[in-house]
């Protein structure tokens, strides 16, 4: 999930694994694709745009961005761990961007604003931002990774839950606040990230849906326009 992106490219995007555990540093420049939608993928991001911190909650469909080309920086938190660091239960923030004032105190934000105003790197600067939060936060609940790992590989729902010891709603209840949503609904997102993975490499979408454990390729193609508002083929064709 923190596989290193493309090298940079003039107003293009790129992304490094980050310094905290699981999470991405990514970069985006007015020049980057226009109108490509930003799809569920079970994480939040810490933005910074403009002059302005904010925070995207988990996706359950694909979010279109508005407004004119800007210089974006971000932090991709590992599934689970956003939460854990804004002091916010994902739940509060699913579908939605908000700007992290209305999360945390208005001086706070503002000395941060400043502070990554002046950086000369402000994806660095985010990312320190992040390891600081993270580090006064204390480590994750290792359930959450467990859970992650667990439905990633394609393990079912209530045999994840007997595994880790709980009852299907103490695990719906964690994961709501976690995620934003409930363990299925993380289950079917994490699968299609898989299939994108698939796709985009080349693999037919027959054998996509098989590998990532669609029952066919109209489940795929079912679960693809569900979540992104497109059929594969046009998806892929963004690149």
């Given amino acids: 999930m923190t596989a290193a992106g493309p090298a940079p490219s003039a107003g293009g995007y790129a992304e490094r694994p980050s ?5 991405v540093v990514w970069t985006r420049g007015p020049a980057g694709p226009a109108g490509a939608p930003v799809l569920p993928d079970g994480c939040m991001d810490l933005l910074w745009s403009e002059g302005r911190l904010l925070v995207a909650g988990p996706d359950t469909h ?3 961005p508005e407004g004119p080309p800007a210089e974006w920086a971000g932090v991709r938190f590992f599934p689970g761990t956003a939460p854990g660091f804004l ?4 739940r509060e923030l699913r579908d939605r961007r908000v700007e992290l004032a209305q999360l945390w105190p208005a001086p706070v934000v503002r000395r941060l604003c400043g502070r990554l105003a002046a950086a000369p790197d402000p994806a660095g600067a985010l990312e320190e931002l992040a390891l600081e939060r993270a580090a006064a936060a204390g480590p994750p609940d290792p359930l959450l990774r467990h859970l992650v790992a667990a439905l990633d590989a394609g393990r079912p729902v209530g045999a994840t839950a007997d595994e880790l010891g709980l009852s299907a709603r103490q695990l719906h209840r964690r994961s709501l606040a976690a995620f934003g949503y409930g363990p299925k609904t993380l289950a079917r997102v994490l699968r299609l990230r898989r299939a994108l993975t698939l796709a985009r490499s080349g693999v037919p979408f027959a054998a996509t849906a098989a590998r990532a454990g669609f029952a066919d390729q109209a489940h795929l193609a ?13 998806l892929l064709s963004l690149g």
């Fill in 19 to 23: 310094r905290l555990p699981g999470a």
């Fill in 62 to 64: 694909a979010h279109h």
């Fill in 222 to 234: 079912r679960d693809v326009r569900e979540f992104t508002g497109m059929p594969l083929g046009d």
């Fill in 87 to 90: 002091g916010v239960p994902a």
